[in-house]
């Protein structure tokens, strides 16, 4: 049974960092993708990051993206427990909302509907 477990999402003013964390587990998928996404209160899932998976375990030959309004910004990568990271940079009060990362078997990037395993959220508020 696939499980995808976030974490790390909290308060931070204008200008802060966070880290999520997505740990994932329940699958033997030897490619596959993992993307970060995001859904702001009265507004639908949008992708933000995703991150490509090879069977030799490593990211190389595989790939990233990364949405034009946190590029610069934000920053995707996993780890060899393939648990996936977003570090947040520079976050403004736009990239509040709730963070969810989801197992993608189709492409990177691709639509929230696309995605068919998700974890339960981690919610990031940015305020002063």
């Known amino acids: 049974q696939v499980q995808l477990v976030e974490s790390g999402g909290g308060l931070v003013q204008p200008g802060g960092s966070l880290r999520l964390s997505c740990a994932t587990s329940g699958f033997t998928l030897r490619n596959y993708i993992i993307g970060w996404f995001r859904q702001a209160p009265g507004k639908e899932r949008e992708g933000v990051s995703c991150i490509v998976i090879n069977d030799s375990g490593s990211e190389r030959g595989g790939g990233s993206y990364m949405a034009g309004s946190v590029k610069g910004r934000f920053t995707i990568s996993r780890d060899a427990k393939n648990t996936v990271f977003l570090q947040m940079d520079s976050l403004q009060p736009e990239d509040t909302g709730i963070y969810y990362c989801?197992?993608?078997?189709?492409?990177?990037?691709?639509?929230?509907?696309?995605?068919?395993?998700w974890g339960q959220g981690t919610r990031v508020t940015v305020s002063s």
């Open positions: 989801g197992l993608i078997r189709t492409g990177c990037p691709t639509s929230a509907s696309e995605v068919q395993d």
